[in-house]
């Protein structure tokens, strides 16, 4: 049994939909500060959380967060792509790719949750989450900032959003980078900030904040078991329901001649194999 604090407004969902006109960049930031401390004390014991997103994030205060729902929490070592459960946007390529969880995939993540804290509009609010958008996210699709946001938070996010995992950010780095701009003995970031902050608040005058009636119907912002997402590893000793004539001249320098496209098929090739047509959709394997 968990027990904790009460947390008054709710999940940092909720906070950002009815609060959302009283953060100031100041207590944004303090919301990510305080997530990212969390962030880094899970990975630091060797586990990732696995379904990090808003919903799974609990507000005490306008400007103090923590991170809740440890249910998919795992030992790093520990993968099942078998069984993929989460909320498509705040999913990482990889993970949408091969079942592939990892601690930069639950910086992915915190980079999705930068996006909602910064600009009030959860990432692909606007259109379905569904096999589209797991394949645009594959591809390399990042959501839309819907208001300007300070220079500094903006970089940091999208270091977070970066395809490859290993040029992501630790959290250990991103609690370091953050708390390099909280130094108010330092005139010259101080400064820096302040003008980044103004020049974004100057921008965003006319900016209108995300309304719950604008999300699509199809667009599902809680944690479900993504039924379509499954491996397929092919057994290259059982060939009773496989003819494979491979040519002498055969390149296999090229990708798609590689044996680990022939003998592994990713998540969404065996997707698209075994579904593509009840989708109506058409795509080369």
Not at 129 to 156: A, M, S, T, Y
Not at 186 to 202: G, L, M
Not at 253 to 275: G, K, M, R, V
Request: net charge negative; aromatic share 12%; glycine share 4%.
């Amino acid at each position: 049994m968990m027990v904790m604090n009460y947390a008054e407004y709710g999940s940092l969902r909720n906070l950002l939909n009815n609060k959302f006109e009283k953060l100031t960049w100041k207590k944004k930031y303090n919301i990510l500060s305080e997530v990212v401390v969390g962030l880094t004390n899970i990975h630091e014991m060797g586990l990732m959380h696995k379904d990090f997103h808003p919903g799974n994030i609990v507000s005490q205060t306008l400007s103090l967060s923590f991170i809740t729902d440890f249910g998919l929490c795992k030992p790093v070592a520990e993968n099942d792509p078998e069984n993929i459960y989460g909320v498509i946007p705040y999913m990482a390529p990889e993970t949408l790719s091969r079942g592939e969880y990892t601690k930069a995939s639950d910086i992915y993540s915190f980079g999705m949750v930068m996006l909602e804290v910064l600009t009030s509009y959860p990432p692909y609010y606007n259109i379905p989450h569904d096999v589209n958008l797991v394949i645009k996210i594959r591809e390399g699709l990042r959501p839309e900032i819907k208001c300007e946001i300070p220079q500094f938070l903006k970089e940091i996010m999208e270091k977070c959003w970066n395809f490859e995992p290993l040029n992501r950010p630790t959290a250990k780095e991103l609690k370091s980078q953050l708390e390099s701009y909280d130094n108010h003995f330092n005139i010259e970031i101080r400064n820096q900030v302040n003008k980044q902050v103004n020049a974004a608040n100057k921008s965003n005058k006319n900016f209108v904040k995300y309304n719950q009636n604008e999300i699509h119907p199809e667009a599902i912002y809680t944690s479900r078991h993504l039924f379509f997402l499954k491996t397929k590893k092919v057994n290259t000793h059982d060939t009773k329901q496989w003819n494979f004539e491979i040519p002498d001249d055969i390149n296999l320098s090229q990708p798609e001649n590689s044996a680990e496209h022939y003998y592994q098929l990713t998540i969404f090739d065996e997707f698209w194999l075994q579904n593509g047509r009840d989708f109506g959709l058409n795509r080369k394997i």
